[in-house]
């Protein structure tokens, strides 16, 4: 049996991957899995929920090197936990007409294409980007880009009354940008995973970012599929949204009108079980517009998602701009979660 040896460097990377991707849980039910079918103690393997992401890490490997769990499991939990959740979703219609001819054109991607991917691939920088086309339907295209992200992060080293010392240090990282276009509702969902580092990004880095993901496998000129996909109008559903009572939950809302802004959310962390609608001070239902809000939609499955939804506008040029609807999704979830946010979200039109 091979070993499965990893150095203190690349423990730690894995260890910030499955921090980063909110792999607690699924890595726990793993190694419970595990620890039931080898009918192993406490002392063999450890599966507590409390456990830290150090901890899963080490029982992980120990996990795989005796035997009691497949290197394969390992990589496909890490595979598929870049698919949905914890992500900036970038929605886009499908046109009308040509919208097989989008799919078709994201079943041919140009330059590298990915394989089934090992251990050191989510652990190590990538020298390029490659693409791996991961469902192929008549009605669904989905495909994976794996690229290097790269920008910028201040850090404050000194700080005086009349004397601030900052740092700018260019960080990289391995990032998965999901593209999949869909028939049945006619929706391309671009999932982007939020950076690493710094503050969370505007919705204008992350199209930039997205394009340039693109950019390595797909044309996206004014001529392109890209420019094809339509806006997905997000603020025209938020009148409904906000009335519907029966699987929505606001959390956070920024009503406007003509003279006034404002923003109000419930304090501390968002759970579920506190409507914003129902405290006294939330007064706008009528009259007033808004670009994002943010709720609690239940799942088909009885899940409950925190969603934030957004109305976003990006400048291509100078006399150019783009809107579209942008969901950031803070925790894991199913492929199947996300899509059914996405179509109640379409209910709402």
Same mark, same amino acid.
């Given at each position: 049996?091979?070993?499965?040896?990893?150095?203190?460097?690349?423990?730690?990377?894995?260890?910030?991957?499955?921090?980063?991707?909110?792999?607690?849980?699924?890595?726990?039910?793993?190694?419970?899995?595990?620890?039931?079918?080898?009918?192993?103690?406490?002392?063999?393997?450890?599966?507590?929920?409390?456990?830290?992401?150090?901890? &899963?890490?080490?029982?992980?490997?120990?996990?795989?090197?005796? $035997?009691?769990?497949?290197?394969?499991? /390992? +990589? @496909?939990? *890490?595979?598929?936990?870049?698919?949905?959740?914890?992500?900036?979703?970038?929605?886009?219609?499908?046109?009308?007409?040509?919208?097989?001819?989008?799919?078709?054109?994201?079943?041919?991607?140009?330059?590298?294409?990915?394989?089934?991917?090992?251990?050191?691939?989510?652990?190590?920088?990538?020298?390029?980007?490659?693409?791996?086309?991961?469902?192929?339907?008549?009605?669904?295209?989905?495909?994976?880009?794996?690229?290097?992200?790269?920008?910028?992060?201040?850090?404050?080293?000194?700080?005086?009354?009349?004397?601030?010392?900052?740092?700018?240090?260019?960080?990289?990282?391995?990032?998965?940008?999901?593209?999949?276009?869909?028939?049945?509702?006619?929706?391309?969902?671009?999932? &982007?995973?939020?950076?690493?580092?710094?503050?969370?990004?505007? $919705?204008?880095?992350?199209?930039?970012? /997205? +394009? @340039?993901? *693109?950019?390595?496998?797909?044309?996206?000129?004014?001529?392109?599929?890209?420019?094809?996909?339509?806006?997905?109008?997000?603020?025209?559903?938020?009148?409904?949204?906000?009335?519907?009572?029966?699987?929505?939950?606001?959390?956070?809302?920024?009503?406007?009108?003509?003279?006034?802004?404002?923003?109000?959310?419930?304090?501390?962390?968002?759970?579920?079980?506190?409507?914003?609608?129902?405290?006294?001070?939330?007064?706008?239902?009528?009259?007033?517009?808004?670009?994002?809000?943010?709720?609690?939609?239940?799942?088909?499955?009885?899940?409950?998602?925190?969603?934030?939804?957004?109305?976003?506008?990006?400048?291509?040029?100078?006399?150019?701009?783009?809107?579209?609807?942008?969901? &950031?999704?803070?925790?894991?979830?199913?492929?199947?979660?996300?899509?059914?946010?996405?179509?109640?979200?379409?209910?709402?039109?």
């Amino acid at each position: 049996m091979a070993t499965f040896s990893l150095s203190d460097e690349q423990k730690t990377r894995l260890e910030h991957f499955m921090k980063h991707r909110r792999l607690n849980d699924e890595a726990v039910t793993l190694l419970k899995k595990a620890k039931d079918t080898h009918q192993l103690k406490s002392t063999d393997l450890r599966t507590a929920k409390n456990l830290t992401y150090l901890n &899963v890490t080490e029982n992980l490997i120990k996990a795989v090197n005796q $035997g009691w769990i497949a290197l394969a499991d /390992l +990589v @496909k939990m *890490l595979d598929d936990s870049e698919f949905s959740g914890k992500q900036h979703v970038c929605l886009f219609k499908l046109p009308d007409a040509g919208a097989k001819k989008i799919l078709d054109a994201l079943r041919t991607p140009s330059g590298s294409t990915g394989s089934i991917p090992k251990i050191t691939d989510f652990i190590s920088l990538p020298t390029g980007s490659t693409v791996r086309i991961l469902r192929d339907t008549k009605d669904e295209v989905a495909v994976k880009i794996v690229t290097r992200r790269s920008y910028w992060v201040t850090n404050l080293l000194e700080q005086k009354p009349d004397r601030e010392v900052l740092e700018r240090l260019r960080h990289e990282e391995r990032a998965a940008v999901i593209v999949k276009a869909t028939l049945n509702n006619k929706m391309l969902q671009c999932r &982007v995973p939020p950076r690493e580092k710094g503050p969370q990004e505007t $919705g204008k880095a992350v199209y930039e970012f /997205l +394009v @340039k993901a *693109l950019e390595g496998h797909y044309p996206v000129d004014p001529q392109s599929w890209f420019d094809k996909v339509g806006q997905f109008p997000i603020s025209d559903a938020f009148p409904k949204i906000l009335k519907n009572k029966t699987d929505f939950e606001l959390w956070h809302d920024t009503p406007e009108d003509k003279t006034t802004r404002t923003r109000m959310s419930k304090r501390g962390r968002p759970k579920s079980g506190t409507d914003l609608r129902n405290e006294k001070n939330w007064q706008f239902e009528k009259g007033y517009s808004r670009t994002n809000i943010r709720g609690f939609w239940k799942t088909a499955v009885g899940m409950e998602l925190y969603v934030h939804m957004n109305a976003d506008r990006v400048r291509l040029n100078q006399s150019q701009t783009r809107n579209f609807a942008r969901l &950031v999704v803070t925790q894991l979830c199913t492929d199947g979660d996300l899509d059914h946010v996405v179509d109640r979200i379409r209910d709402h039109l």
